[in-house]
Every structure is written in structure tokens, then in C-alpha cells.
């Protein structure tokens, strides 16, 4: 049988990106050889990298790569040294800008908590146990995209301003895709919204419950933004799929990261209806940088994600799932998630163990 071919733009950024990327990429190339397909990966640049490099944070080399890759891998974008710039060329209007031009409206967040990392979470084990959530958070809506925005004179006074918007074809288009995830998990989704005080998320709660009528079998709640950032605390176990705004997914799925004991863990998956993109959901970490210290099981999980959403190999993305868990199992710590009697390792050393643990279960 003939392989079908697949192609991934790799956007490594800046900071701990190339770090992380890199043990990424060595699952990829052992993947390569055994799965019915043939992966052509491509590096590009985009971020800080990118704009000290070409005057922009997204080339127009690497945007015409990505729009022609079947997925992207991103590692990390941004940091202190080009926090100057003028906004619309800072490293993060590559990621926005990334996310809007491949069309990607859907951002899924896994939170699972590692039986082998509960010590190591802030929240006692008990609480822990058993947390296993999908965040799913809109992505081209809300205060990121809305107009008018900027900061402007007025009377002698600089105003701030950002809107807060949603169309009900966003909205919709979300939650058919928030509702399919729960019908393939627990059947349980909670919207989250702030209608009580924003009209913009009253009409989200509006169209959230329209849809929800096309999926009986799936219990609806609805809670408002504070309760969940609460309620994620107090007891994260009652949560199955959240379905939220661009902005409040943006904080409650940091939020939800510490759950794992380390943002470092958690991968990230922005779908639309023609490309994806894959990264972890932490920053460039650029006081870390070049140390060897970096955790990359967020973007080798998110290469696991890949795996599921864009080539339609589940089992082969269990698999890295479970080399991860069994590398975890044997002790094997980053310093972020390094407790007294592991075995603490380096970024790379950390990387070729999963990649030892992921050999032996394709054996």
C-alpha cells in the first residue's frame, strides 16, 4: 500500500521553543517509520526570531507554509527583548495571525492529571484524582479581533479600548464542535459565559442553548466565569468538555494547567475547518532558554494530538500518551515537575527516554 503523504510546517519561535521542538520532532521521525504515511517537515520562522530576522513576525515565506501544510507545529512565540516593539509587529501577531489566516476557530486543551505528578500539583492529591477535561475555547472572536480597538486621545485623556464581540455563526460553529466532543466523552458540557453582566456572552448562553437541542444525549450547564475559576479549585473532577470565549478560555485554561502540576505538561490543538496547528500552551520561558532545563512533554503531547485530529491515528497517538505516562512512572523529572527522590533530568535526555519508551511499545 502506498503511503500517503503529510506535510508539517515546524515553527520552533523563540526562547525554549527550539528546545522542546526538537524532542518533538525525534517522535515525529521515529513515527515515520512506522506509520502509513510519509512526513515531510519544513522549519520555518515565525516570532521574535522572525522579525529579527525578516522585519515581521510572520514572513510571508512562513505564512505560505503553513497554508500549505497539512499541519503545523509551533513551539513558542514572544519574550522580554521585543516587548518594545509597536504591537502589530511584537512575536505574538504571529500566532494571532497564524490563527487567523489558516482559519483556526476551535482550541482544544486537554487537562489530565498524571497519577505520577499529583504531589507535585499546589491542590491536595484527592482533589486531583480522576481530572481529566477538555477545555474547548473559541478562537477568532471576542477582545482579540474585535473593533474598534487602540488607545486614543480624548479630551487629553489616552483611552483604552477593546471590543468585545461575537457573531451567532461563531458561536454556533463552536459549539456544534464543543458538542461532538462531549458525545465522544462523558456526554457532559458546561458553557461558560458572563451573561449576567456582558450582552455579547448573553447571546453566546442564548445560541450555546439553541445547539445543545440538537444533542440530547449530551447535559448542558451553564456557569459563569467566576464560579468556574473557582470551581476549578474546589473541585476540578465535576468537569468533563468547558466550552468558553477567546478570552476566558485564555485564562481558564492556564488556570486548569496548574492542575498538572506544571504548565509545562499540557498540549494545545486549534482546528478549523481546512488546517490545524499543534503547540504546547506555555510561553517561550526565555530565562530557561539554552539550559537544557525545559519540559517538552507539552509539544511531544501535542504531537500525539496531531496524530488524533489532523491524520486520523488514535491508536498511534495513545501511544505516545503512554510512553509518556511510563517515562513519568519511572521517575523521570524536568526540573519543574522534579520532587525530592525522582530522577532529574534534562530537556533532551527526557525527550530520548520517551522516545525509548515509544520504541518498545511499537515492539
Known amino acids: ?48 526570531a522572525a522579525y529579527d530576522t525578516h522585519g515581521t513576525p510572520l514572513p510571508p515565506e512562513s505564512l505560505d507554509m503553513a497554508l500549505k501544510s497539512d499541519a503545523v507545529l509551533l513551539g513558542a512565540v514572544g519574550g522580554p527583548k521585543w516587548e518594545s ?12 495571525g497564524l490563527r487567523k489566516k489558516l482559519g483556526l476557530f476551535a482550541n482544544l486543551r486537554p487537562v489530565a492529571a498524571f497519577e505520577e505528578l499529583l504531589h507535585t500539583s499546589t491542590l491536595k492529591p484527592e482533589i486531583l484524582r480522576g481530572v481529566d477535561i477538555m477545555i474547548v475555547r473559541e478562537l477568532t472572536g ?16 489616552s483611552t483604552g479600548i477593546n471590543t468585545m464581540i461575537y ?26 459565559d458572563k451573561a449576567n ?40 473532577a465535576q468537569f468533563d468538555v468547558i466550552l468558553t470565549t ?6 481558564l485554561s492556564d488556570e486548569a494547567a496548574m492542575l498538572t502540576g506544571s504548565i509545562g505538561m499540557l498540549p494545545s490543538a486549534s482546528l478549523g475547518s481546512d ?7 506555555h510561553g517561550s520561558a526565555p530565562d530557561i532558554a539554552g539550559k537544557n532545563i525545559a519540559n517538552p512533554i507539552g509539544t511531544i503531547l501535542s ?28 521517575g523521570l523529572r524536568t526540573k519543574d515537575i522534579y520532587q525530592p527522590g525522582d530522577k532529574l533530568v534534562g530537556t533532551q535526555e527526557l525527550g530520548d527516554h520517551i522516545v525509548k519508551n515509544l520504541r518498545k511499545i511499537f515492539n
Not at 477582545?143 to 485623556?157: I, M, T
Open 85 to 96: 516593539l509597536d504591537y502589530a509587529v511584537r512575536p505574538e501577531r504571529a500566532l494571532l
Open 303 to 330: 504531537v500525539a494530538m496531531m496524530l488524533r485530529y489532523s491524520m486520523n491515528l488514535p491508536e498511534k497517538a495513545t501511544f505516545i500518551e503512554k510512553a509518556v505516562k511510563q517515562t513519568l512512572k519511572e
Open 246 to 251: 477567546n478570552l476566558f478560555g485564555d485564562i
Open 1 to 48: 500500500m502506498t503511503k500517503k503523504d503529510f506535510s508539517i510546517a515546524v515553527f520552533p519561535g523563540d526562547g525554549i521553543g527550539k528546545e522542546i521542538t526538537a524532542q518533538a520532532l525525534k517522535v515525529l521521525n521515529f513515527l515515520s517509520q512506522k506509520i502509513d504515511a510519509n512526513l515531510h517537515l519544513d522549519e520555518g520562522s515565525v516570532g521574535g
Open 167 to 192: 457573531t451567532d455563526d461563531e458561536i454556533r460553529r463552536i459549539a456544534h464542535h464543543a458538542f461532538k466532543i462531549a458525545r465522544s466523552r462523558k456526554k457532559n458540557l458546561v458553557s461558560v
Open 142 to 157: 471576542d477582545v482579540y479581533f474585535g473593533q474598534p480597538r487602540g488607545v486614543k486621545e480624548n479630551n487629553g485623556q
Open 275 to 281: 488546517h490545524a496547528m499543534y503547540e504546547p500552551i
Open 197 to 236: 453582566v456582558l450582552e455579547s456572552t448573553e447571546l453566546w448562553r442564548d445560541v450555546v442553548t439553541e445547539v445543545g437541542k440538537n444533542y440530547p444525549d449530551v447535559a448542558l450547564g451553564h456557569m459563569y466565569v467566576d464560579n468556574c475559576a473557582m470551581q476549578l479549585i474546589r473541585n476540578p
